[in-house]
């Protein structure tokens, strides 16, 4: 577990259950101004809880995507990179100051110019569609060593914790035989 991870924080065109809808463009200025380095990261919107920092926060056609290390040196860091490697925790949220914005139908407001200052971690994202995810390869060395290794090991066709495209047939899998020690009388 290294902490790593990517994700979108929030997706263009999308209504979250707020009734707001990102507009391409939006982050623009704000990222402009502050860098990756400049929005936090925090856990559940709570300032007193940084859990680590933006590698990388950038738009492209989709949306605003990000790339993250959680601090594990800090206890809710090594918390929250467990709980997303288990799948118990993968929402993303924004938190930002309305710059622009225009009323659209249906009681939906258009954002057109976000300041953004931070990015959380959280359960319950208003916009359904923000998540992260644990890239593949994202684990230190040490850890895509032991998973080599005990790839090595297990029998042939047994499962993994990679999800399988299509289910297999496991193996049949038998101990070898091995020679009992003759008994002294």
Do not use: C
Not at 15 to 34: H, I, K, T, Y
Not at 35 to 44: D, E, I, P, S, Y
Not at 49 to 58: A, F, H, T, V, Y
């Amino acid at each position: 577990m290294d902490g790593h991870f990517i994700g979108y924080a929030s997706l263009f065109g999308v209504p979250d259950l707020g009734n707001d809808v990102v507009a391409p463009g939006a982050f623009a200025g704000s990222l402009g101004e502050r860098g990756a380095a400049g929005v936090r990261m925090l856990f559940q919107h709570d300032p007193a809880e940084p859990i680590g920092r933006w590698l990388s926060l950038r738009e492209d056609a989709r949306g605003l995507r990000v790339e993250g290390l959680i601090n594990l040196a800090v206890q809710r860091g090594r918390e929250a990179d467990a709980l997303m490697r288990e799948g118990g925790l993968d929402g993303l949220s924004i938190g930002f100051r309305t710059l622009r914005s225009s009323p659209q139908r249906g009681g939906l407001r258009r954002l057109l110019a976000v300041d953004l200052w931070e990015i959380s971690l959280v359960t319950f994202p208003l916009l359904p569609g923000a998540r992260a995810a644990v890239p593949d390869g994202a684990a230190s060395p040490l850890a895509r060593e032991l998973r080599a290794f005990a790839r090595r090991l297990a029998p042939r066709g047994a499962p993994s914790a990679q999800p399988a495209a299509r289910p297999a047939a496991l193996a049949p899998f038998t101990l070898p035989s091995v020679a009992q020690p003759k008994r002294l009388a």
